[in-house]
């Protein structure tokens, strides 16, 4: 497993851009399909965590949600063991913690990814 920390959560208003960062430690990060989910408030119980980007490990490969396609952007740069998703054009919906996640394919499920970051707060404003 890898050990992976989020950041560069924070409040922002609608409209506005913002980037969070994951690093990874551990051994062969540069192997693992990544993944960033987010978990906004009073969601109900079994569907917690959405997936909103994925990337395969040699970052040939993406998906993302429908409702981020086009304004968000998931990169990875294996060298530094980091990867990113650049949020434009933010909505309120977009209001979530977001994790970041590993796992060996590229999935849409949570189940399909074994290390998991604590997750960091975007909160977008109206």
């Known amino acids: 497993q890898v050990h992976l920390v989020e950041s560069g959560g924070r409040l922002v208003q609608a409209g506005d851009s913002l980037r969070l960062s994951c690093a990874g430690s551990?051994?062969?990060?540069?192997?693992?399909?990544m993944a960033w989910f987010r978990q906004a408030p009073g969601k109900e119980r079994g569907k917690e965590r959405e997936?909103?980007?994925?990337?395969?490990?040699?970052?040939?490969?993406?998906n993302y949600a429908d409702s981020v396609k086009g304004r968000f952007t998931i990169s990875r740069n294996n060298a530094e063991n980091m990867v990113y998703l650049q949020m434009n054009s933010l909505k309120p919906e977009d209001t979530a913690v977001y994790y970041c996640?590993?796992?060996?394919?590229?999935?849409?499920?949570?189940?399909?990814?074994?290390?998991w970051g604590q997750g960091t707060q975007v909160t977008v404003s109206s």
């Open positions: 997936f909103v980007a994925g990337i395969f490990w040699t970052g040939g490969s993406t």
């Open positions: 551990g051994p062969a990060f540069s192997i693992y399909s």
């Open positions: 996640a590993a796992g060996t394919l590229l999935l849409t499920t949570p189940e399909g990814y074994t290390s």
